[in-house]
């Protein structure tokens, strides 16, 4: 059974941190580009930020680069979100996908988010 479990969110006051993990169970991590999207009431879901199989690359959302930074651990099978420099327009649900992509077909998983909360 395919699983992403997200942990770490919460409220946090503008200008502070927050750790997001994301427990993957139930398929070959390693295989997958793992990413953190993010939805806010009334917007569509956003990627916020990418990390290719090897942990070597990593893309991010215009609005979190040099804020925000995403690791993989494949002997974990986790993947975060550092958070930091937060804003209240960083207020959202944030979710955990994995995604991998072939000539045959491409496959998606994702979690079940976790709600982060930026307010003084």
């Known amino acids: 059974q395919v699983q992403l479990v997200e942990s770490g969110g919460g409220l946090v006051q503008p200008g502070g941190c927050l750790r997001l993990s994301c427990t993957a169970s139930g398929f070959t991590f390693w295989l997958y580009d793992m990413s953190w999207y993010r939805q806010a009431p009334g917007k569509e879901r956003e990627l916020v930020a990418r990390?290719?199989?090897?942990?070597?690359?990593?893309n991010y959302a215009d609005s979190v680069k040099g804020r925000f930074t995403i690791s993989r651990d494949s002997g974990k099978n986790t993947v975060d979100l550092q958070m930091g420099s937060m804003k209240p327009e960083d207020t959202a649900v944030y979710l955990c996908?994995?995604?991998?992509?072939?000539?045959?077909?491409?496959?998606?998983?994702w979690g079940q988010g976790t709600q982060v909360t930026v307010s003084s």
């Open positions: 996908n994995a995604e991998r992509t072939t000539r045959a077909n491409s496959v998606n998983y």
């Open positions: 990390i290719g199989t090897s942990g070597g690359s990593a």
